[in-house]
């Protein structure tokens, strides 16, 4: 590898670089092992959970969105699902809201 490439060419980040969505504000699974966005104090949780109890209501955690992407971009992105592999970005949430509703 050449000085002036990037990490996106690093065999550890490529499948991050290809899967990531918009509104991250980094390559997914970039920041510490196993942790999610929702653990991330840049994750604009806003309280809300989809319903449960029928078809497609699994109570989850409704995306959300990265206010590191809007600290980079100057603009929001759209939202991103709570169990996303962390970017490098990640900085831990003083109190993580739960993946399910109770
Ligand atoms: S880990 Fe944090 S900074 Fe990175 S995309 Fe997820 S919410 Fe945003």
């Known amino acids: 590898m050449s000085d ?3 990490e996106i060419f690093d065999a550890t980040s490529a499948k991050g670089w290809r899967d990531t969505p918009a509104g991250m504000a980094h390559w997914l699974g970039t920041g510490p092992a196993n942790r999610t966005c929702r ?3 840049f994750f604009e949780w806003s ?3 989809a319903s449960k109890g029928g078809y497609h209501t699994t109570g989850e955690l409704k995306p959300a969105k990265c206010q590191k992407f809007k600290l ?3 603009q929001w992105g759209p939202p991103i699902k709570h169990n996303l592999l962390a970017c490098k970005h990640f900085e831990e949430a003083g109190s993580a809201p739960s993946a399910v509703t109770r």
């Open 39 to 41: 653990e991330c104090k």
């Open 4 to 6: 002036h490439q990037t």
């Open 47 to 49: 309280g809300r959970y």
């Open 72 to 74: 980079l971009m100057r």
